[in-house]
């Protein structure tokens, strides 16, 4: 089965793990529990994307808690290509997070 596949099975299924969740941290481990079991693969990156994704699609993309989601991934991807670019031996400043309450994703992923 190709990725895509699995990631688009893994979506629907922590879409259907979020019950009544309390906030979007809590709409978040109950994804990311479904998924850290999710037998159709082993990739820890497509099970955190289907938790992710499958958040943020419960919420609908015009909440305020796809918004938050959304700016706290786009930072996770400065910070990444941040210390890539660190450890190819670039000098690069520092990136803009702005302002905002992240939610602790890695955070989160790693304590399950």
């Given at each position: 089965m190709s990725g895509d596949?699995?990631?688009m099975i893994g979506i629907?299924?922590?879409i259907e793990a979020i019950r009544n969740?309390?906030?979007?941290k809590d709409a978040l481990r109950m994804a990311?529990?479904?998924?850290?079991?999710f037998w159709l693969s082993i990739d820890d990156d497509i099970r955190l994307k289907a938790a992710i994704a499958g958040t943020m699609?419960?919420?609908g993309k015009e909440s305020k808690e796809w918004e938050q989601l959304s700016i706290e991934v786009k930072n996770m991807a400065k910070m990444n290509a941040y210390l890539s670019a660190l450890s190819n031996g670039l000098q690069?400043?520092?990136p803009d997070f702005g302002d905002f309450e992240p939610i602790g994703i890695a955070r989160l992923w790693a304590e399950l």
């Open positions: 596949s699995v990631l629907s299924e922590a969740p309390k906030d979007v990311m529990k479904a998924m850290k079991s699609e419960f919420y690069v400043e520092i």
